[in-house]
Nanobody
Framework: QVQLVESGGGLVQAGGSLRLSCVASGTIFSINAMGWYRQAPGKQREFVARIETRGTTTYADSVKGRFTISRDDAKNTVFLEMNSLKPEDTAVYYC???????????????WGQGTQVTVSS
């Protein structure tokens, strides 16, 4: 199993920046992709960004040009750098990991507990 722990959330003003971190532990060899989803009140969880072991990154249209996903393999950590934050970015951000083949996940998908990001006007 894989354990994922997010951190870095908080309250920021519109236009500000925030960096989220996700530390993975356990059987991390069983996953080849990690990413971020978010869920705002009253909305369904939505995809934000993903990075694969080969380095390929994928972003939701709503965050392209503003968010950057990266990783530190030595620390088993994935980051989400969020810039030019908007009030509509307010949500609980969840780290996830799994084994992806092409664009589809196979087997278990792991989730962190989430970290709150609030962007004020």
């Amino acid at each position: 199993q894989v354990q994922l722990v997010e951190s870095g959330g908080g309250l920021v003003q519109a236009g500000g920046s925030l960096r989220l971190s996700c530390v993975a532990s356990g059987t991390i060899f069983s996953i080849n992709a990690m990413g971020w989803y978010r869920q705002a009140p009253g909305k369904q969880r939505e995809f934000v960004a993903r990075i694969e072991t080969r380095g390929t990154t994928t972003y939701a249209d709503s965050v392209k040009g503003r968010f950057t996903i990266s990783r530190d393999d030595a620390k088993n950590t994935v980051f989400l750098e969020m810039n030019s934050l908007k009030p509509e970015d307010t949500a609980v951000y969840y780290c996830n990991g799994g084994f992806i083949r092409g664009t589809l996940y196979e087997g278990r998908i792991y989730w962190g507990q989430g970290t709150q990001v609030t962007v004020s006007s």
